[in-house]
């Protein structure tokens, strides 16, 4: 999909090796203005300015991934057309 939209990737990391701390997520939603976030098929959008980081985490309480970050926008969670849509 990134390739279709000859997307370059700037930034890659592992969160099982190196999760997100709280602060690098308070840091993310500050430099954006908008989040969606994807729970299985269901993706919300939202003002940044107001979701709190452990919005951002899943049922085993880490942080949801993907996160990929477009401009002011950040996607949380995978969800193929809220990505397509974003890209």
Same mark, same amino acid.
């Given at each position: ?13 592992? /969160? ?16 954006v203005s908008t989040v969606i976030i994807s729970k ?10 107001? /979701? ?15 996160? /990929? ?6 996607? /949380? ?11």
């Open positions: 999909m990134l390739d279709k939209h000859k997307t370059e990737i700037k930034q890659t990391r592992s /969160v099982r090796k190196e999760p997100f701390t709280e602060k690098e997520i308070r840091d993310l939603l500050r430099d299985g098929k269901k993706s919300t959008r939202f003002a940044a300015k107001d /979701v709190k980081p452990a919005e951002l985490k899943g049922p085993t309480g880490n942080f949801r991934s993907p996160i /990929v970050r477009k401009g002011k926008t950040l996607l /949380v969670g995978f969800n193929p057309e809220a990505l397509e849509k974003a890209l």
